[in-house]
């Protein structure tokens, strides 16, 4: 009787396990075209809730993005901006002019030395004269002491402020940037940078700036805390050229797109260059794979049996 039990037992275990295969098979097998009606619609359903709310969530993920309250720059054409076209330098100078006198009261350019301007915008011995005009703490000396000594080519541009807090207290509290990798910084580069200079306006109605803040549509969030700092005639360049707002911001864009990128004309003259020499190169290369190896590769050697 034990052994008639303990088969019977067992021989339902196998039918029970078999059963569990079969209904896993052909839940496995169940594809979307073997449901009912009312599943597929409901299935159905499922996806386009899921659908439409992922569509909702991406569409007010960007109507409350801060970059869509902003206007965004134009492109401006820049005579620097074609493939081989190198920086004006006569604009380069003039906007070192107008960093000087009209930039460099708030924002420093500390990545700068006078050195970098020799061969750019001027000659050595006229940079050696715009070193000397600045006064330069040194030392300290044989006595220990510190000195001050005229500047000369290897230092670099002076700084408004001693430190951070210093500028930031003489601005109501807002930092001036440095200036010496700013079109790299800001999204646009100098189309950003010309449309801030020139861009300032009476706010729109129903728009209120706090005081001491300036509207400027161009600015994230639309309120910034530098003053309009060109204007027309705001100074008068060297050599004769009319100091209007916009010759003023695009001279100075020039300048700092040469301070953010001094290899930039010979990155392009490399460029040029090397693309020279490659329309000598590849017609050759071609020449020699297609008449010489492509020979050479699909030539057959026959070896003939020794005698």
Not at 115 to 142: M, Q
Request: charge should be positive; glycine fraction near 8%.
């Amino acid at each position: 009787m034990a052994a008639l039990r303990l088969a019977v037992s067992s021989s339902a275990g196998r039918t029970f396990l078999n059963a569990r295969n079969i209904v896993g098979v052909s839940k496995a097998n169940m594809s979307f075209g073997t449901l009912s009606r009312g599943r597929k619609a409901a299935l159905s359903t499922l996806g386009v809730l899921a659908a439409g709310g992922a569509g909702l969530g991406l569409a007010l993920h960007q109507s409350v993005k801060a970059s869509d309250l902003e206007l965004h720059p134009p492109n401006y054409p820049w005579s620097h901006s074609g493939l081989v076209s190198s920086l004006d330098h006569a604009s380069v100078r003039r906007g070192y002019q107008v960093y000087k006198q009209v930039c460099s009261a708030c924002h420093s350019m500390e990545y700068l030395a006078f050195r970098n301007l020799v061969g750019v915008s001027h000659t050595e011995a006229e940079v050696k004269v715009l070193a000397e005009e600045i006064e330069v703490v040194d030392g300290p000396d044989d006595t220990g002491e510190m000195f001050t000594r005229p500047g000369k080519l290897s230092d670099y541009f002076p700084k408004p402020y001693p430190n951070p807090e210093a500028a930031r207290v003489a601005n109501n509290g807002a930092l001036p940037p440095d200036l010496s990798y700013i079109v790299n910084a800001r999204h646009g580069g100098e189309d950003y940078v010309f449309a801030l200079l020139t861009g300032y306006c009476d706010p729109p109605g129903g728009v209120e700036v706090r005081e001491g803040l300036y509207y400027n549509p161009y600015f994230p969030g639309q309120a910034i805390g530098m003053a309009p700092p060109i204007y027309n005639e705001v100074l008068e360049y060297d050599d004769g050229t009319p100091a209007t707002m916009s010759q003023v911001a695009k001279d100075v864009c020039t300048f700092l797109r040469w301070a953010a990128e001094p290899e930039h004309d010979q990155r392009k003259r490399m460029g040029l260059k090397l693309l020279m020499g490659s329309a000598i190169l590849i017609p050759l290369v071609y020449y020699m794979k297609r008449h010489r190896w492509s020979v050479l590769k699909s030539r057959k050697i026959a070896y003939r049996p020794p005698k």
